[in-house]
């Protein structure tokens, strides 16, 4: 009987418990890039790894409301829920939009080759 009692104790105890996962917290400048693991309680956002993870005094440029956030480069909400084992992810603003670059460099390509255009 005592050994049930503890049984239930104990069990009542684990489930008041949060159940802890494992994550990353992510971000890099041009210079430096960090990747600081966490462990938190399953139920924990975005925003709230990003507070915990002391990024945000490391670089306070990072701003939350400029700055887009994700978990494995797919863009998430502040307030999605993390699972075991998410990288948190903080993107910084693109100097340079990706495909006018691409345009440039073909266009580049185009007057190097022999007979690719008119100089």
């Known amino acids: 009987m005592v050994a049930e009692t503890m049984a239930a104790e104990s069990q009542a105890m684990e489930d008041s418990v949060p159940e802890q996962i494992h994550i990353e917290v992510a971000y890099a400048e041009p210079e430096t890039q960090v990747i600081i693991p966490l462990t938190v309680p399953q139920g924990t956002t975005i925003g709230q790894a990003i507070q915990q993870s002391g990024v945000l005094e490391m670089f306070p440029t990072i701003d939350l409301t400029v700055n887009k ?51």
């Open 69 to 119: 956030v994700g978990i494995f480069s797919k863009l998430s909400k502040l307030d999605t829920a993390l699972r075991e084992r998410d990288r948190v992810e903080i993107y910084r603003p693109l100097i340079a939009d990706p495909k006018e670059v691409r345009k440039q460099r073909a266009a580049q390509g185009k007057k190097m080759r022999k007979g690719g255009g008119k100089e």
